[in-house]
């Protein structure tokens, strides 16, 4: 089954700076899932996005969807010390499971 | 707010053994996940179950695995003889609708 991959690997800022990674996938979803993961935690769910919408926003995450490129952007707006983590897409294709990809590991510096 | 809770955090067995992972869903969720995550790997998915029955696994989720919801709460994943290449966190989820999933802490299994 396809997955999404997530670009870039790791991304390093400084905290106030904005964090955008991007997510390709291969073929048609239902839906397309954002999760971020803490060090050795669980994952938690961020941001949900319908393959009829386009942009959606969420406090100071936006993340857009465009299906002809069958890829995805999550960006993370101002940014803070506590968005230290890996953040990963994961895709529905309506099979009653998600595809997860390698994820972006974000270090935001203080 | 309602989460996912998932027992034990920590699991160490010795392979061949059987393993019980325990998760308690979110009360009105009705569809139910298992994945697991190798040590620096990718989230990978293993079974989805909805209306008492698997409603879709992975290659990953052979003889050795099955899955119970034995009384309304629970959600349980066992291993029937574990291997060392088992040894993963293994994270449960729960739906609402069938689309947005949230996701337990995980638990830990080691298997020496």
């Known amino acids: 089954s396809q997955q999404g991959e997530e670009d870039p690997q790791a991304l390093s800022i400084q905290e106030g700076e904005n964090a955008t990674m991007n997510c390709s996938y291969k073929t048609s979803i239902n839906n397309l899932q954002w999760y971020r993961q803490n060090s050795g935690r669980g994952l938690v769910h961020l941001i949900l996005i319908r393959s009829n919408e386009r942009e959606k926003h969420s406090g100071r995450l936006r993340v857009t969807l465009d299906t002809s490129k069958k890829s995805s952007s999550l960006l993370i707006t101002a940014s803070r010390a506590a968005d230290t983590a890996s953040y990963f897409c994961a895709t529905d294709e309506g099979d009653y499971k998600l595809s997860f990809g390698a994820g972006t590991t974000v270090t935001v510096r203080a | 707010e309602p989460e996912v809770t998932q027992t034990p955090s920590h699991q160490v067995t010795q392979m061949g053994q059987e393993v019980i992972l325990r998760c308690v869903p979110i009360?009105?969720?009705?569809?139910f996940y298992w994945y697991r995550q190798i040590l620096g790997q990718k989230v990978e998915f293993l079974v989805s179950?909805?209306?008492?029955?698997?409603?879709?696994k992975s290659e990953i989720f052979d003889d050795q695995f099955s899955v119970e919801r034995p009384d309304g709460s629970n959600f349980t994943l066992k291993i029937r003889s574990t291997k060392l290449e088992d040894s993963a966190m293994y994270f449960c989820?729960?739906?609402?609708?069938?689309?947005?999933?949230?996701f337990g802490p995980g638990t830990r299994l080691t298997v020496l």
């Open positions: 009360s009105n969720h009705l569809y």
């Open positions: 179950f909805y209306n008492n029955e698997i409603s879709e």
């Open positions: 989820a729960s739906s609402p609708a069938g689309d947005t999933q949230y």
